[in-house]
Structure formats: structure tokens, C-alpha cells
């Protein structure tokens, strides 16, 4: 079925030729409540309900994130890698920029990905059994690293992979010092509460051109100074081992980092098992599964 | 005569052929100790001494900025002005990024620069009558405003304009609000008391080509580690009105602006009647007056 012959019944629209708008969010945030059992408090999940994001300091031990590093480290080494089409690499020095599917592909990562200080905190905003739809490292090197545009999460993989509901959470670990200086994760607190959509078509094979990306699922600055004035700006800064979880909806981006001290990031998104990727609701071919998971397997619960 | 023929007695001499080396500062930071007299507490002379800048939160008033803030909008609106030698404009967007020499183009800069809350300091720390060695507005626009690499602007004056002691002050005035998201100011503390000089040579019409400034005059990542560990990195934050005061060669720069809030700051550069720049160092042609002032005329006292 083209694009074209679809009826117009999708709450999220967006790059389907229509006028950007924004509409109200229709599902929860925290799907099981403020006293679902999990790792997180009450406290916190009432934080994460209100601004869309909570971040938790020291969340994840050293010893963890030193085996993450050393991981990293020998794959950035490998020539293999380079080359695979889960690297995506800087525009201009070449340096790699992120690495796609490494809880499949790495047994460290895969043990922390199933981690219950990780996918348990999932499993307690979704209150449902979890899949990892997505997992990659982000490296933004010292002095060179690119920026991210602002973007909701939800949009691309609404639009590009088929994900019908805001029934997934994203967690960024700092495997690096993360400070307001060198690149952090900015969020705009609240904006998960609105869904921003857009005008045009996706091109092609949109996920081969990222540095195109700011045309395709990037908000004008009317809209941002809108969410802006609504919540205003907040920075993830921590120290290694810290961790953001937040809403698949929260409009996000990252400035580059000119600073001499690397950010180095796990991000892994984690999708309830009801909430499984169909049929992409933007575009007619959906992006490679090691961008977007099509074969669901619940993390087991521990 | 040509630079081959200079003898070395230079002891700041960079971007003539030899290999990169970082030596102590000969001169005072404060050339008039922490009592001299002006409008800078002796703990602020203090605090500048000991780190290369100070930060004084809501030091220009609002009457002043809100002034400050309609003449750059009229002059952003003036279509002369973009074609104009003295504008710098945005790599990508065509957005007008610089613009010099606004102390003598427009009659409300002349009178802020010459106020004695700006160079009344400058007295305070150079013990000199001092002049405007360059002026000029930085506009970082909303989610377009591209980056300045590391840099010792005294490096480039000494190399490009012929400055021969470190003997001028720099301060940057915040006419919007400049958080630690809308691409600040960046400085290491301490950083200006050690020279990085630099191999190789400068480009004639350097100055024209501000987008590959980061080959000349910018440090190397080793560099930067170095001056960071011993410093680490401080953000001029503050709110409209607030003033960064920063020595000649204290290591700086600042990330894009992916924020929805444009950052508008004016620059002044202040020097020492007795510090007037001759030959540049490390180039056989001076840059134009609008960029480094050849008439020194010094500023009166109010």
C-alpha cells in the first residue's frame, strides 16, 4: 500500500505532506503509575512524569563502565568495524561517531543492556515486559564531535520504523564525564506532553545522510521557542556512571563538543513488547534492524 | 624585510617555520597590582590575576543593553552592512556572524566602549591611558551560530598584527542571556600565563578565511589536555547586562548554538597607549585598521 492510499486515522502524521502541527499527547507517560515496583522511586517516577526525563547520578558502577570502555576501545581498533554498516562516522575527520546494535553484537553490552538497574527501570515506566529496539555507543570525540540537531525520538520511529505508541524509554549512560561543556544531552522538560509533526516527505534512504538530517524531523525555531518558553532547557551533566532515562516523546539535541575531554555515551532504547514496530507510518521501506528491532525478544527479568 | 631575515629575539614568536612550543608569560597580569585604583574591587583584580578573567554579573545596566540591542538590529536590517568589509557572515546560512569596528561606525557603541564601567578596568589592569585595538558584535544566532575554536587572542595579535607585550584586556558584554547552552564562553583559568606558539606559517589574507582559522592559531588536542588539567574549564554564564573581562592570552573559545535562544554579545579589545601595535610577528601583511586599530587615539577619563 502506498503512502498515498493510506486513510487518514494516525494520531502521529508526520512527513506525509501535510502542514507541521502539534497535537496533545494521547498515551501516559508512566504507564504503571507512581508506585509501580521497579528501582525507581516514587519521587522519581513523579520527575520523570512531570519533565519527561530523570537523571540518576552514580546510577551504574565503575567497574561497569571501565569493561564498557575497554569494550569500546578494542572495537574503535578494529578495522572491521569501520567499515560495517552499523558505524556511522564523523562528516569530516572520519572518526567513528556511532556504533549501532552492540547488545547484539558484544556480550558486555549485552549484559548491561539486561541489567535491572536498566531494563528494570523500563519495565516499571511501561509496565509491560521490554525489547531493545535499538542500542548504540555514541562517541563525540574531543574537539571535533558533531552536534545533534533537536528532534522527539518518537517522530523518527513513528514515521521511518513503525512504532505505533509513546510506549518506549531511552537511557543515556555516561561512560565519560558528561559536563555542560562538552557536548552534553540537552532537554526541553515537558515536551514530551506535545508531539510536534512536519511538513515534506522523508527521502530515500534517509538514514544514509544524517547530515541532512536537521531537514527531516528537526522543529523550526517557532516551535522550539514555543516548547522553550513552556519548559525551558535542561542539561544531562555527570559523571561517569550517571544515567538519563527519558520519554521516547521529550524533544532532545546536543551542541558539539570543542572541548578537549571526549563524551562518550551508551544509549539504548527500550520498547514495550506490545508496542512492536509495524509497518512504518511515513515511509514505504523501513530502516535496517540494526536501527530498528523487527524480531522482538522480552529482556528476561531477573 | 622579509620574515627569514628577522633575527629570533622574538621570545612570542609563532607561525614561522619552527616547531610548536608553549613558554611562561613574561609580563604582569595585573600591571598595577590589586590596588590600583578603579572601579574593580581588590579581590576581583585578585580573582583576575589568579585565573585570566572575572566575571561581573549585571554590570552594564538594562538601559544599556535594550540601546546596544536596537542599534544591532538596525544595522543587521541595513542591507550596506552585509556587504560591508567589517561583516563576517555565517558559513552556511548567510546569517550576519561579526560585525567590526562598531566603536567608530555607530555613536551608541562609541559611548558604551568608552565608558568608564568598561574602560575604567582597563585603566585598572593595564596602569595605562588605554585605546580600542578592535571592537565588534558577535551574533550567535538561534540554532545556527557556529563555533570559535581554542584560541590566544594575543597569539594572533602578536603573529598577525604586530602586538608586541601582553598588555590588553578583552571584554565581552552580554546584551542576551548567555547560559551554559547557547555556545558561552569558554576559558581555562590559568591558561594565560603560559604562550602556545605554533609551527608553520600563516596564509596571507588569513583573515579571510575565518572558517579554517582552527589550522592557525588553535592548539592541538595534547595542548589542551595539558592547560586543562592544570586549569579545567570555566563557562561565562550570565544574565543580560553581566561582563566577561579576560586577559589578552587567556586560553578561550566557544560551541555552536543549537538553542532556540540567539546569544548577542559585544567584544572590545583594549590596549595599553604603550602597547601599540608595528609589524605584525609572524606575517609580512598587517590586517585592515577595521580588524586591528593602526591610530591609536586613547580614550578619555571621565
Not at 254 to 279: C, D, K, Q, W
Amino acid at each position: 500500500m502506498s503512502l498515498l492510499d493510506r486513510p487518514v486515522t494516525d494520531r502521529y502524521e508526520s512527513r506525509v505532506g501535510r502542514d507541521r502541527r502539534v497535537v496533545e499527547r494521547a498515551e501516559p507517560v508512566l504507564w504503571g503509575g507512581t508506585d509501580a515496583a521497579g528501582p525507581l522511586s516514587p519521587a522519581q517516577l513523579a520527575s520523570f512524569e512531570r519533565d519527561g526525563y530523570v537523571v540518576l547520578d552514580g546510577w551504574i558502577d565503575t567497574s561497569t563502565v571501565d569493561t564498557c570502555l575497554r569494550e569500546i576501545e578494542r572495537l574503535a581498533m578494529t578495522p572491521e568495524i569501520r567499515t560495517d554498516e552499523r558505524s556511522v562516522l564523523e562528516p569530516d575527520s572520519g572518526a567513528l561517531r556511532s556504533l549501532f546494535e552492540v547488545h547484539r553484537t558484544d556480550s558486555a553490552f549485552a549484559d548491561v543492556v539486561a541489567d535491572e538497574r536498566l531494563a528494570g527501570v523500563a519495565r516499571q515506566i511501561l509496565d509491560d515486559d521490554v525489547y531493545v529496539h535499538q542500542s548504540r555507543i555514541n562517541l563525540k570525540p574531543a574537539l571535533e564531535g558533531k552536534a545533534f540537531p533537536w528532534h522527539s525520538d518518537f517522530e523518527t520511529w513513528h514515521v521511518e520504523d513503525g512504532m505505533p505508541e509513546m510506549r518506549a524509554v531511552s537511557c543515556s549512560i555516561a561512560l565519560t564525564d558528561n559536563t555542560e561543556w562538552n557536548g552534553p544531552l540537552l532537554l526541553i522538560p515537558g515536551s514530551h506532553r506535545r508531539y510536534v509533526s512536519f511538513g515534506g516527505h522523508t527521502p530515500d534512504e534517509n538514514h544514509r545522510t544524517s547530515l541532512r538530517r536537521q531537514e527531516h524531523g528537526s522543529p523550526d525555531l517557532d516551535t522550539l521557542e514555543s516548547l522553550y518558553a513552556e519548559g525551558g532547557i535542561a542539561t544531562f551533566a555527570g559523571g561517569a556512571g550517571s544515567v538519563a532515562f527519558f520519554d521516547c516523546n521529550v524533544m532532545h539535541g546536543s551542541p558539539n563538543n570543542i572541548s578537549p575531554l571526549s563524551r562518550t555515551n551508551a544509549f539504548f532504547v527500550y520498547n514495550a513488547m506490545s508496542n512492536a514496530i509495524g509497518e512504518p507510518f511515513g515511509t514505504d521501506a523501513p530502516r535496517p534492524s540494526h536501527i530498528a528491532e523487527r524480531d522482538p525478544a522480552a529482556l528476561p527479568r531477573r
